[in-house]
Structures are given as structure tokens and as C-alpha cells.
């Protein structure tokens, strides 16, 4: 199984762990990932907001590229996920789109492209498959797994999981043992890149996401974005300050906790980058041998 | 020699102001085979229509031309005219020089000379038009009603008391349908049992209503006034006769089942009748669940029944019967609210629908009537309703407005209160569609009077935390985002058209729509009716209706087969398709593209009886002489009626030649 790699600039910088636990834990499963050589921009947010036309060019040379590598792309992040998706979709339904793509841009696309999120690749294993590699079971982890707003949606494109209730994250976390715990803010919004612009919003979004984690007995979040790592985690100590609350919840990208579930390496899933420390929550998990 | 005559007409200043009829009528006289010609103020009237029958007489006319309107509103009136004239009424052409030339044109010359090239091609097909005749087709007055709802139940009961026999076939073990699960109704709050059980016993009692319930309609072939239709009746594993309904055997039965009536919040079992006001009051065994027939243990109705009705050998019926109409009225169901993975329905059991609800607070419900939560038998305080789920909502339901739901919201919200005077309703709506007589007053009402919360606006979220439901969404008008703490949350899920609403269509010959309701013939001016003749509809399977417009259209539906039976036999229109069998290949493309399932396939035979070969057959009682066939066919083997290939080339060729 061999998928064209699409990192971002996320996972090259801010969410540096997302990356190597990406690669470990592919490694682990017989995934081979190729990067796209040459990659650029997805082209989210500011791109797509601002000009449409480059919104679509931007992601569209990514996927040209893999075509052709003459192989399916798989990414990590929600925001790459779901501008290279978009675009993809839009030049399919558009013929019109798609030349004015070749005319103007440069950017040659066939459209043989499938565009998949990290997670709905590993999740498409199957549970059984999974739970074999397992060799330590996170007995005791309550995670509140998160899947954000943007990595379901819009569901007809995203085409993966229930849009609003969405169970992929649940399931995959119950195949390493863990007890995901069932809460409602499961495709809240965290704020995501309002967190420069407009953090005293994504203060309140993320506090109340913490919250209701907290509340429904989860012992850490799992993610999938690194937008909604981002802020729950970075943000945590100033929501903590503002609100008067002790969360201390460490926020852990799915990929990290399937490589310690697998027995890989810490020094490779990259536990040291995050700034609230999961040490204590990791240490009291966890059985030896299955 | 056909000898033609040409009338055209004034239509006072309609024609004559645009057309120079007089020139008209002189360059008519001079066309090929016409007799005579001449001009009339008004030729539809009286001294019109008598100048035409004199004509005929004194110049021994054999064909008539009216150049005046459209025949599809003087056709008629003209076709009596020329056969009071002893003419054959399709010996008669009109040209339409009014809709089609004086009132879409302004320039005189131009128009006189379309008139005179219009009235030329309709010489020209007059010419060759054949005498035709209707046919007597033979009619059975009986009516088949499917579906046993409120508006199946109406029309059977208007069929029978004019004096004709009729078959109501029922899905379910009992008439009634969906109104039965009702507790009251809007807007004038009566109560839904009250005013529907008289109405079910009236069914029983009446001489010419013969119900069959837990039937089917397996298959139906024939045509308008002679349908044959074969009915499956379910063993229903009673012997109907010999049961009285004392209900012994379902009291003793051990297992246990969610009830379908009750919508799944009360318990039948598996010997049952679905509630206590069935008709008919016989049980019905659920052979799926049945200890006996899965195990062939237990045993217990046949053993405790006093009248030894119990029969667990009963085999499915098959009946088949000639009925001369059939009123369809097989209802609609509900749409599953769990699509919607946001509002928690099918995981939080104090998300309910609206059906729902109706069960909780019917007094022969699985709570007798009290309003508790399903989830701990408390009583609910705060109860949120949800309007349009499902309906106008293309990403996850119907575009589609369902149409009652505004209303049952505020009667829910109105009988909320009065069940507990503590108790506050908050209905989310989208627009309220109050349109029918009383109802924007029963809202205001629930409004005014009763309190009832409404804000406008969709729910984004519904989650349960502590015991308690949270409510999440929008109030529009205010511009906020609102939560509320609810102990309860009712969802207006949408009416959709039955699963199987398709099949039947298919069995029936009749269409539906892109949701699978079924089509009516015209959306204003045939409502009732349906492509086929002989079918008709009644009630929601058409598109979401209330009580008060399915039982209208029930009425309207049984006049309508009181009316097809109010003659002694059907006239089938003479302008239908008819096969040169000699030329036809039998490759039934013309069946393929029939419309109303009019052509079927026959079998030529030598006088010795052995197979010659196949070709197409027309059922003249079920052509609509729409043509469709006419233009598939690829050897022309089959002809119009009125409309064929010499007479469509001698008008073309008339107009292509002329100066």
C-alpha cells in the first residue's frame, strides 16, 4: 500500500510530531508514504478565502504532482485534507474549471486523483488489523476523541464517517485498548486560525471544549488536525488562567498514541513537543504484552 | 369525392380584426374538393351552427372545415353539430386561426395568408379523414380501495353507501392507519379515536364493504372498468369465523415485542391485535416471533382459545377478482430522524418523534396517557420541539415542506400544558405554515394562551449530559445562539412516501414522482385522478396531506368512481393506436415506450391453432391515443386513429405548397 504524501506546512513546522508519529506508526502498518516533491500550499484559509481561482490552483498542483507519481494522496491534516478534496470535487463537476486551471495556472490535473485523510486510511484497515500490531494495550487512557469541524465536512465531499456523529476516532482508539469516553463535542469548533487574528474567541471555543472533555470523564483528547492540537493544547495554561479551571489535559494526535499502543519508540512519536505534559497521564497507563 | 366544406369564423372581432376572413373563405373555395366555403360573425352559435347543417344539406358536404379557435374548445360543439347533420362527428377539421394566427399576430397580410395555409392543410387532412366510431367497453361496478387509512376508509364508505360493492384491502392486522395512532387532532382538538372508530365500525357494518386486512395486493393486469386483482391474504393464523375477540390468547402469550402501533415505546406480543379499537377485533399471529413457529414450542393461544380459532396449519390466500375502479390511498410513513447524527435521536431515548409523542400522550398509549419520559418514567418539564426535520432540508431529508408538522407542533406544545400546567414548550421552527381554516388561530393560540416558546431558527445540536437533554441552536429573529435545558425533545421527523410506494406503482401502471409519491394526472385541474383511467387517489400517498385534505380528496375520489359507474358501460375513445398485423415484426418497442401500459404482445395463430408469429395488441380500453408508440414504431406498422401518416403528409404537403 503506497500513497503520495501530502505534509503540509503544519507538519513541517508547528505540528513537527504529527509528522514523525505519521511516519512511524505507516512504517509500523506497511503504508509506504512518499512525499510529494516540490509540494506547496494547500492553499487554506487565507488562499482559498481571498481568490477563488487560486484557491483551486493551489491545492490542484499538489494533486498534478501526484498524479504524476501515478498514486492516491493521503494527508494528515484536516485543512490540507479539505482544500485538496475541495478542489478536486469542484474541477470534476467544472470542466470549465479544470481547463482554465491548464490555461492560466499551468497546472496539468487528469483528475485520477483520490484524495483520503490520514485517519480514513488507517481506519479502513480494520479494527482486527489494528489490534494486531498492538503491544500495549492503553488500558485506563479516557480520551475525548475530537475530530474537529473541518476534517468530516462538508460531508459529501469529505465523504468519510457521519459528519455529526462521527465514530472512526471512538473505534480506532477502543482497537488500542483505551476507553473513549462519549461526549457531545466531538465536531465543535475550536476556532482553529482565529487563534492569531482573533484569539479571544478561540479562548472561549477551546475552554469550551476542555470543559465538556473534562466534564464527561475524559483523562485527554485525541486530535486529527493540528489547527484544533494547536489550540487546545497551546491555548490550555491561558484558558486555565482566564477561566480559574485545572484541565490538564494532555491533547495527543491519534498517530502518537497508536505508536505507543504499538511499543514504537517515544523518541519518534515526539510526546516532548507538546506543552501540556502527558507524561503523567501516559505513565499510569497501559498493561505489558498481549 | 369527398366534398369539403369551409366555415370560418369571425369570433366577432377576435379573428376578423387581425385575418380578412373573406378573403379567407374565397381562397378556401378555391382549394382542391371544396364545395363550398363561407364566413360567420360568430359560427359557434345557434344561426352558426345551423348555417353549417344547412350547408351540408344543400351542397351534399361530405367533410367539414371550421377555421375558428382551438378545437379543444369548439371540437366538441362542432363534432355534435355535423352529426346532427347526419355526418360522422370525425368527418369534422378545424383550423385554428384564433390561438394560433389573429391573437399572436399584428400584421394583417401576413395572418390572412397563415389563415388561408392553416385552413388549406386542415382541407387537406379532411380529405382523407375515415368515419370512426366509439366501442362499448363493458364496465364491473365494484371498486377496489387500498390502504385502510382515514382517507381509504372515506372513500370505500362513499362507494358503498351509493350502492356499490367495495374491497378495502389493509396492509396491517386493522384498518385505521396512521390517525388511529393519534391522540387529538387540530386544530379543534377532537379527539382522533373518537371521531375515526365510529367510521371503522361503519366499515364492518356495512353490507357492501368487505374489508380485508392483513392483505396485499400481489398483482393487477386489465385495464379501466375491468381490472383483475389478485390479493394475497396473509394467514393470518385465526380462523376469522370462529373468533370472538375475547382476547384470552394474547394475555397469555410469553413473548414480548416492541409495538409497531405504539411505535415501538409499548410492548405486543407475539399473538396480538395492534389496539384495542382494531377492526377487525381478531388477532393476528406474528409468525416471525411466534414460539411455535420457531421452535415449534409453546402452543399456548391454540390451548387456551374457547373458541378453538387458533389455526397454526392457515396458508396464504390467493383471490382473484375483477374490480372496475381502484382508489389508491396507502398512506405514507415517517422518516428515520438518526440521519441527522447531531440531534441524538436513536441514542438518547428522551429524543423522540413526533408520532412518538402522540403514543405518550394517547390515552390508550403505552402509558395510558400520562406524559413521562421513556428514559425513567419522570415527568417532563421542559419539552423542545423541532420543526422540519427531514422536511426542507436537501442535505439530509426532502426539499419538500411535510406540511402538518407546523401544525401538530403547536397542538403538542398546547396538550404539553394541559397535561402539566408546570410544564413549558419551546418550539424551533422555520417558518410556521399555518394555511387552513382555524389552524394560524390554534397557533396563536398555543402561543397566546398556552405560552409556548417559538424561535425561529434550526437546532444545531442536541446532547445529553447529567440526565438532562441540551438544546442547542439559533434563534434567528434575536440574532443569538440559544441553549436550553430540556428533559424532553420531540422531532417533527418528515412524511415520506412508503417504502414499497414504487412496486405498488408499478404493479398498478401509474407514476411516481422524484420522492416516490404518486402523480395525479394534473397538478390543479385532475388531482384526484391519475394517468390510467379507472385508477384514483386518495389521501398521502400522493404528497404530504392532513386529515381535513385527505379526507376531501377521499370524497373526491369516490364521486370520481361513482361517476365512471354512473354509466351503463365505458365509450372508449375512437382516436387510439390500431397494428397492421400484417406488417408488424413483433419487436414491442411500442410496448417499451407505452405510457399507460396499453400494448401487449400477441400471438398469431394458422387455423390449425399453431404459432405464426408475434406481434403488438392495442388495448383500446387503456390507449390514450397519445402516439408515443406511433413514433417509436420503426416499421410504421402502427397508425393513430385520426392522426395517420396519409393525413399528417397531406397537411404538410398542403403548407409546403402552397404560394
Redesign the interface.
Given at each position: 500500500m503506497k500513497y503520495a504524501y501530502f505534509p503540509g506546512c503544519s507538519l513541517h513546522s508547528t505540528a513537527s510530531e504529527y509528522d514523525l508519529s505519521t511516519k512511524a506508526v505507516c512504517r509500523e502498518l506497511g503504508i509506504e508514504l512518499e512525499e510529494i516533491p516540490d509540494w506547496n500550499c494547500c492553499g487554506a484559509t487565507s488562499g482559498h478565502s481571498l481568490n477563488k481561482e487560486v484557491g483551486i490552483a493551489l491545492p490542484l498542483r499538489n494533486l498534478a504532482k501526484a498524479e504524476e507519481m501515478g498514486l492516491d494522496v493521503v494527508t494528515p491534516c484536516a485543512a490540507c485534507f479539505n482544500r485538496l478534496k475541495s478542489a478536486d470535487d469542484i474541477v470534476k463537476r467544472d470542466p470549465a474549471m479544470l481547463a482554465l486551471m491548464a490555461e492560466k495556472y499551468g497546472v496539468n490535473y487528469k483528475g485520477t486523483v483520490n484524495t483520503l485523510s490520514l485517519l480514513s486510511v488507517v481506519y479502513g484497515l480494520g479494527v482486527e488489523a489494528i489490534q494486531s500490531h498492538v503491544k500495549r494495550e492503553l488500558a485506563g487512557l479516557k480520551p475525548a476523541c475530537y475530530y474537529g469541524c473541518l476534517l468530516l465536512r462538508p460531508p459529501d465531499v469529505a465523504d468519510f464517517d457521519d459528519a455529526e456523529n462521527p465514530i472512526s476516532l471512538d473505534e480506532l482508539m477502543g482497537s488500542l485498548g483505551a476507553e473513549a469516553v462519549k461526549w457531545p463535542y466531538k465536531t465543535e469548533c475550536c476556532g482553529a486560525s482565529l487563534s492569531l487574528s482573533k484569539s479571544e474567541i478561540v479562548v472561549k471555543l477551546t475552554h469550551d471544549i476542555l470543559s465538556m472533555a473534562k466534564r464527561s470523564g475524559a483523562n485527554c483528547i485525541v486530535t486529527a488536525c493540528p489547527l484544533c492540537q494547536g489550540n487546545l493544547d497551546m491555548r490550555q495554561s491561558q484558558v486555565e488562567a482566564k477561566y480559574g479551571e485545572e484541565f490538564g489535559l494532555p491533547i495527543f494526535y491519534f498517530t502518537q498514541l497508536m505508536g505507543a499502543a504499538f511499543g514504537l519508540p517515544d523518541s519518534s512519536l515526539g510526546f516532548n513537543k507538546l506543552m501540556v505534559n502527558p507524561g503523567a497521564v501516559l505513565a499510569a497507563v497501559g498493561s505489558e504484552g498481549k | 369525392m369527398a366534398r369539403v366544406g369551409v366555415f370560418v369564423c369571425w369570433c366577432g372581432s377576435n379573428i376578423a380584426k387581425t385575418v380578412d376572413v373573406e378573403k379567407v373563405a374565397e381562397a378556401a373555395s378555391k382549394m382542391p374538393s371544396v364545395a363550398y366555403a363561407t364566413h360567420y360573425k360568430y359560427m359557434c352559435s345557434e344561426p352558426g351552427q345551423n348555417l353549417v347543417k344547412q350547408a351540408i344539406e344543400e351542397h351534399k358536404l361530405t367533410r367539414i372545415v371550421v377555421a375558428s379557435c382551438s378545437p379543444r374548445l369548439h371540437e366538441p360543439t362542432f363534432q355534435r353539430c355535423i352529426s346532427e347533420a347526419g355526418l360522422n362527428p370525425y368527418m369534422l377539421e378545424m383550423a385554428n386561426i384564433r390561438e394560433h394566427c389573429s391573437w399572436v399576430h399584428e400584421d394583417k397580410e401576413a395572418a390572412t395568408q397563415k389563415a388561408i395555409d392553416l385552413t388549406a392543410m386542415a382541407v387537406a387532412k379532411a380529405i382523407r379523414n375515415e368515419a370512426l366510431s366509439q366501442q362499448e367497453i363493458p364496465l364491473t361496478k365494484t371498486a377496489l380501495v387500498i390502504g385502510g387509512g382515514v382517507a381509504g376508509i372515506q372513500a370505500a364508505l362513499d362507494i358503498a353507501n351509493a350502492g356499490y360493492q367495495v374491497t378495502l384491502v389493509e396492509r396491517t392486522p386493522s384498518i385505521g392507519g396512521r390517525m388511529a395512532q393519534y391522540d387529538k387532532t387540530f386544530p379543534t382538538l377532537d379527539c382522533a379515536a373518537c371521531i375515526l372508530t365510529p367510521k371503522m365500525v361503519d366499515c364492518a357494518s356495512n353490507p357492501n364493504i368487505r374489508i380485508m386486512s392483513y392483505s396485499e395486493v400481489e398483482n393487477v393486469s386489465g385495464f379501466v372498468g375491468n381490472f383483475d386483482i389478485t390479493i394475497r391474504r396473509r394467514a393470518r393464523s385465526i380462523d376469522m369465523a370462529k373468533c370472538t375477540g375475547c382476547g384470552v390468547c394474547y394475555e397469555k402469550c410469553p413473548v414480548k415485542l416492541p409495538s409497531e402501533f405504539d411505535e415501538g415505546l409499548g410492548q405486543r406480543r407475539a399473538i396480538y391485535v395492534p389496539f384495542p379499537q382494531a377492526v377487525p377485533n381478531v388477532p393476528v399471529i406474528d409468525r416471525e416471533k411466534c414460539r411455535k413457529f420457531l421452535d415449534d414450542k409453546c402452543g399456548a393461544c391454540q390451548k387456551l382459545c374457547p373458541a378453538d380459532a387458533v389455526d397454526y396449519t392457515q396458508e396464504d390466500e390467493l383471490i382473484t377478482e375483477r374490480f372496475g375502479a381502484i382508489v389508491v390511498a396507502t398512506g405514507f410513513q415517517t422518516w428515520d430522524p438518526a440521519e441527522?447524527?447531531?440531534l441524538g435521536y436513536g441514542?438518547y431515548p428522551d429524543v423522540i418523534t413526533g408520532l412518538q409523542f402522540e403514543r405518550l400522550i394517547n390515552a390508550s398509549g403505552p402509558t395510558d396517557g400520562k406524559l413521562v419520559r421513556p428514559s425513567d418514567h419522570t415527568v417532563p418539564k421542559n419539552v423542545v420541539f423541532i420543526s422540519c426535520i427531514g422536511s426542507r432540508d436537501d442535505?439530509h431529508g426532502y426539499p419538500y415542506c411535510s406540511k402538518v408538522c407546523c401544525m401538530y407542533n403547536a397542538k403538542h406544545a398546547l396538550l404539553l400544558k394541559e397535561k402539566n400546567h408546570d410544564a413549558q414548550a419551546y418550539v424551533f421552527y422555520t417558518d410556521i405554515r399555518a394555511n387552513g381554516k382555524g389552524y394560524e388561530e390554534f397557533v396563536r393560540r398555543a402561543i397566546e394562551k398556552y405560552g409556548a416558546i417559538y424561535l425561529r431558527g434550526r437546532v444545531s445540536?442536541v446532547?445529553?449530559?447529567d440526565g438532562k437533554l441540551?438544546v442547542r441552536g439559533v434563534d434567528t429573529l434575536a440574532g443569538k445562539p440559544v441553549e436550553i435545558e430540556a428533559d424532553m425533545v420531540v422531532l417533527a421527523s418528515a412524511m415520506e412516501a412508503q417504502p414499497d410506494a414504487k412496486d405498488l406503482a408499478r404493479k398498478l401502471g401509474i407514476s411516481v414522482d422524484e420522492y416516490n409519491w404518486f402523480s395525479e394526472a394534473h397538478p390543479k385541474l385532475r388531482p384526484v385522478e391519475v394517468l390510467t383511467a379507472g385508477i384514483y387517489l386518495a389521501g398521502a400517498c400522493q404528497y404530504p396531506k392532513d386529515i381535513p385534505d385527505s379526507v376531501a380528496q377521499a370524497s373526491g375520489a369516490a364521486s370520481k368512481v361513482l361517476g365512471l359507474f354512473s354509466k351503463p358501460n365505458i365509450l372508449s375513445e375512437p382516436m387510439v393506436a390500431e397494428v397492421n398485423e400484417d406488417n408488424c415484426v413483433g419487436c414491442l418497442l411500442c410496448k417499451e415506450v407505452c405510457p399507460y401500459t396499453a400494448i401487449e404482445a400477441k400471438v398469431l395463430v394458422d387455423r390449425n391453432g399453431n404459432p405464426i408469429k408475434t406481434v403488438s395488441s392495442v388495448n383500446e380500453g387503456l390507449c390514450h391515443g397519445c402516439g408515443t408508440c406511433v413514433a417509436a414504431c420503426r416499421s410504421s406498422s402502427i397508425q393513430l386513429r385520426g392522426f395517420k401518416d396519409n393525413q399528417i403528409l397531406a397537411e404538410i404537403d398542403a403548407l409546403a405548397f402552397s404560394e
Open positions: - | 441527522y447524527g447531531n441514542i442535505e445540536r446532547f445529553e449530559m441540551y
